[in-house]
């Protein structure tokens, strides 16, 4: 399996304040929650997903859902 960087601002920052040592507890955990958001987005980018027709209040639009399903 490749390896693959996340190479991106915001994850610097939340990478910086989770490291610091006078990081409150409650923002610590809100941050690494954030980053484990960007790392679950970037880990599924290549997803295969397939259209299918959504019916919305003003009119039927093409959504996309997974092609495959997630364990």
Known sequence: MPLNLLDHPLADHLVGQLRAKD??????????????????????????????????PLAVTTGHRLAEHLA
């Open 23 to 56: 990081t409150e507890p409650e923002l610590f955990r809100r941050q690494a929650r954030t980053l484990t958001n960007m790392l679950v987005l970037e880990a599924t980018r290549d997803m295969r997903r397939e259209p299918y027709e959504v019916e919305t």
